[in-house]
């Protein structure tokens, strides 16, 4: 585990531009929406912590609320295409940032009905951002269809994180400090 988390951290070297996702792009397409999700770093955060969420709360969760992530960020991408505008996206970004470290920190059990919802909710803002940011393409399924699969495997690797942590020595009290580092991250964004 220490290994990994040495490589992730060191290949941050090579990747200078890693905040700002909107800023980066791959002409359009599919490799543009694959890079939305996995370098901005408010949306990468987010997408880990469900992942990790979903595992802590296990069974049918591990898939279902990831699910449920990607299906309502699905539905705030069209919004956003469509020009629907929202109230403070960026702001309710941050603030998926914020409760989902908040939730992590604190290794509670929420009910399963109650963080399907607030994941939901929060999936929109998301998903709206990766619309209305969407490049001019020739082919915009092909931009939904790289931040759908760009999120399910941050989604994915959150989910082998959680699982990870409950088979190493004190995993469950890491987990905890990586999503009171989340929150702390989350509170930034928020007040920024």
């Known amino acids: 585990m220490k ?4 490589v992730l951290l060191s290949s941050l070297i090579f990747l200078p531009n890693i905040g700002y996702s909107h800023e980066i792009g791959f002409g359009g397409g ?4 694959l890079t939305h999700p996995v370098l901005g770093f408010d949306h990468l955060l987010a997408m880990l912590s469900v992942g990790i969420l979903s595992a802590q709360i296990g069974g049918t969760a591990i898939w279902v609320i990831p699910l449920a992530f ?3 960020m699905l539905t705030g991408g069209v919004l956003g295409i469509k020009e629907v505008p929202l109230i403070s996206v960026e702001l309710g970004i941050a603030f998926s940032v914020l409760i989902l470290g908040i939730v992590l920190a604190a290794d509670k059990k929420i009910p399963f009905i109650i963080t399907m919802l607030f994941v939901g909710f929060f999936a929109i803002f998301h998903g709206h951002a990766h619309g209305t940011e969407m490049p001019f393409l020739a082919e915009p ?3 939904a269809l790289g931040f759908i699969i760009g999120t399910a495997g941050i989604h994915i690797i959150g989910v082998l994180i959680g699982l990870s942590a409950t088979k190493i020595k004190h995993g469950l009290q890491l987990l905890r400090y990586i999503g009171a580092s989340i929150a702390g ?3 930034h964004l928020v007040i920024s």
């Open 141 to 143: 399924q092909l931009y």
């Open 185 to 187: 991250i989350g509170f």
């Open 3 to 6: 290994r990994i988390i040495i």
């Open 70 to 72: 990607v299906s309502f």
């Open 30 to 33: 599919f490799g543009s929406g």
